[in-house]
């Protein structure tokens, strides 16, 4: 059975940063063709990578295509420290579900017998869990049948040809990789660190992938002011494929307008109503479990709109042109907004800081972050500024 597998990390995608000066302005001068980063931060190192990184725990998490001597596809642990695992996988195997195993922070990495040239048949699919911080593995290999589309810990061997309906998944338990049955007719929708909803679109409940017990189902949720008993609640995938601990549900009724609601997918409480339709994906702050919406208006306009489980809706704020959030981490959310870049408080909605700055694309808990660089497969990794150094 093809397993993903620990290697020595051989060459690091980490190294020194081309920099003439010790600043985040001056090396990001350099690394950006003269645009500066966002304000607040020092850049300590270089990461060059394949995929976009994402941020697991107190580690970033990107994969490396083969070359320099490697025949398999290379996924790396990274942080302010430099590189901390490496683990490799069959080059067709690009996708990864992050997750929660027993409260420590993991990456899902897949593996395949299919052949590198991509001609014949796939035998086998399987998925391992891997440590964030240290790369041991969790748990796995379980046999799943494809990859995830993105929305957890669901595997499904995806048509290449466009359907209509929802081809069946198989889903994990988090904390253990063993698969968790669904009734003859469902199908699981969504998955977050060990909650999940089974059903179909239009009816639906919510287990806890360990227990298998039922946290809450679709006829128990409280309905948005202004509906009758009447409305029908759906869920319809948007915001996603991934929304963090929450979940957004479409209540519709007969002539009127469908509402949005955001709902914590542990409870079942409603956390708020959004306005308007999609427009672009969530992000999530993994040190608040803060989940950030943007959404679009008839008239054009954007919002934000900022949800905490627990906490409800913590701010909405509207913009007259665009609204795109790019990163969020302790404190701070950073956004494009109307074209400008900026700062935003996360608790509050407060703008902090704006200006004609590169944006963050990933943080760490411990405000390390990863802007983009004029070459598309590098990235800065920089640290919070110390207090009182130079800007």
Not at 70 to 78: E, H, M, V
Not at 215 to 242: C, H, I, M, Q
Not at 244 to 254: A, I, P, S, T
Not at 352 to 381: H, Q
Request: with cysteine; hydrophobic share 35%.
């Amino acid at each position: 059975m093809p397993t993903a597998h620990r290697m020595d990390i051989g060459k690091p995608p980490t190294g020194p940063f081309a920099s003439t000066g010790p600043t985040a302005s001056t090396a990001s001068t350099a690394s950006t063709d003269g645009a500066r980063l966002f304000p607040g931060f020092e850049v300590t190192s270089a990461v060059r990578i394949d995929s976009a990184p994402a941020a697991a725990g107190a580690t970033f998490i990107g994969s490396a295509f083969p070359r320099d001597g490697r025949s398999s596809l290379s996924f790396y642990g990274f942080n302010a420290e430099g590189t901390l695992w490496r683990v490799d996988t069959n080059p067709s195997c690009v996708g990864t579900v992050l997750t929660s195993v027993g409260g420590q922070p993991a990456v899902v990495i897949l593996d395949s017998d299919a052949r590198q040239d991509g001609q014949g048949p796939v035998s086998f699919t399987t998925a391992t869990a891997f440590s964030a911080g240290s790369g041991d593995v969790l748990w796995g290999p379980t046999e799943v049948p494809g990859p995830s589309a993105g929305n957890g810990l669901i595997f499904a061997n995806t048509p290449k040809a466009l359907t209509a309906g929802t081809t069946p998944g198989t889903l994990l338990d988090a904390g253990t990789g063993s698969v968790v049955e669904t009734p003859a007719g469902e199908t699981a929708l969504y998955e977050h660190h060990g909650a999940a909803l089974i059903g179909t679109e239009s009816k639906f409940l919510a287990v806890d992938t360990g227990s298998r017990g039922t946290l809450w189902s679709a006829d128990e949720l409280r309905r948005p002011n202004g509906t009758t008993a009447g409305a029908k609640v759906r869920f319809t995938g948007s915001y996603g494929p991934a929304t963090g601990g929450v979940v957004v549900l479409r209540w519709e009724e007969q002539g009127m307008k469908p509402q949005d609601v955001v709902y914590d997918l542990r409870t079942g409480e409603p956390l708020g109503q959004l306005a308007g339709s999609p427009a672009g994906m969530a992000v999530t702050d993994g040190s608040s479990g803060t989940v950030l919406l943007a959404s679009e208006l008839t008239d054009g306009s954007q919002l934000i709109t900022a949800v905490r489980p627990g906490a409800g809706t913590l701010w909405t704020k509207s913009f007259a042109r665009s609204a795109r959030i790019t990163a969020a981490g302790p404190g701070g959310a950073y956004a494009e907004l109307d074209g400008v870049a900026a700062k935003i408080d996360i608790d509050s909605g407060a703008i902090l800081d704006t200006g004609d700055y590169v944006l963050p694309v990933s943080l760490l808990p411990d405000g390390t972050a990863l802007f983009p660089t004029k070459e598309r497969t590098v990235y800065a990794l920089a640290v919070p500024e110390k207090q009182g150094a130079p800007g």
